[in-house]
């Protein structure tokens, strides 16, 4: 018998092995399981145009959000953990089933983590998990929020540009809404108006993603937009901005 478990043996075979062990899995997210609690889960499937994000609430509550172009949907998840284990289980409003399973190592870090879709394997071209990069009320700054990372990441890859600077010239370079699921033409300095104004939100589990993709973008394509010199900022500014979880960044607030 291979002496390592099938990476989708079933979860009840799992926890009856551990049991027997003299190992007792817990529900949730406890002291003793794999640390989660304000963190995401990024699923990027190699061969399939949806990315699916897993968002471990301090509470203890879970809830997965599939983002597919310009849309996403985010539903409650079940969580059940296990010594060095997790699965989150989901169900989508058209009846897709996820099913992800993680491993950690000795030191509680993110060692494999693997995907199913209505029971169906899915490759995966990477799994990150990471500390939530937004906590109220900085919501209310999402759009100056923007701005700072892609400087951010700018200056990292060796733009010469004061930060206050770079980010005064991102916030009002026109166009960047539409990018991050707000109104055409508009700036990220008008977005933060209608944040203010309460005419937009931001979409937590969709920013924080975005906020990741900013931070590792390839060096070549922040390289491109230089500000405050680069006369073509703005159109290379749009281009920095990642799909497909900016694009769903923001949204119109229900009137």
Do not use: H
């Not at 985010?74 to 491993?103: H, I, K, N, S, W």
């Not at 879709?117 to 899915?122: A, F, M, S, T």
């Not at 951010?152 to 960047?176: F, H, Q």
């Amino acid at each position: 018998m291979n002496n390592r478990m099938s990476r989708w043996t079933p979860l009840w075979l799992l926890l009856a092995i551990l049991s027997a062990c003299g190992s007792v899995p817990n529900k949730g997210i406890e002291v003793g399981n794999p640390d989660l609690k304000g963190k995401v889960l990024t699923l990027t499937p190699k061969e399939r145009p949806e990315t699916f994000l897993l968002d471990f609430a301090e509470d203890g509550s879970v809830a997965a959000t599939r983002i597919l172009e310009n849309e996403f949907e985010t539903v409650p998840a079940t969580l059940e953990t296990a010594e060095a284990f997790a699965q989150v289980t989901a169900t989508f409003g058209d009846g897709t089933d996820l099913d992800a399973q993680l491993f950690f190592d000795d030191s509680g870090q993110l060692s494999e983590a693997t995907l199913a879709l209505d029971g169906q394997p899915v490759e995966l071209e990477s799994s990150v998990l990471n500390p939530k990069a937004l906590r109220q009320p900085d919501f209310k700054l999402a759009a100056l929020g923007v701005a700072e990372r892609l400087c951010a990441r700018l200056t990292e890859c060796g733009a010469e540009a004061d930060a206050g600077s770079c980010t005064e010239t991102i916030l009002d370079v026109p166009g960047l809404a539409p990018s991050l699921g707000g109104s055409g033409g508009q700036s990220l300095r008008e977005m933060q108006v209608e944040l203010d104004s309460g005419e937009l939100e931001a979409v937590e589990t969709s920013l924080e993603s975005c906020f990741w993709e900013i931070s590792q973008m390839p060096c070549a394509q922040a390289q491109k937009a230089r500000p405050p010199s680069n006369p073509q900022i703005d159109l290379e500014v749009r281009q920095m901005i990642p799909r497909p979880s900016c694009s769903s960044g923001f949204r119109a607030t229900s009137s």
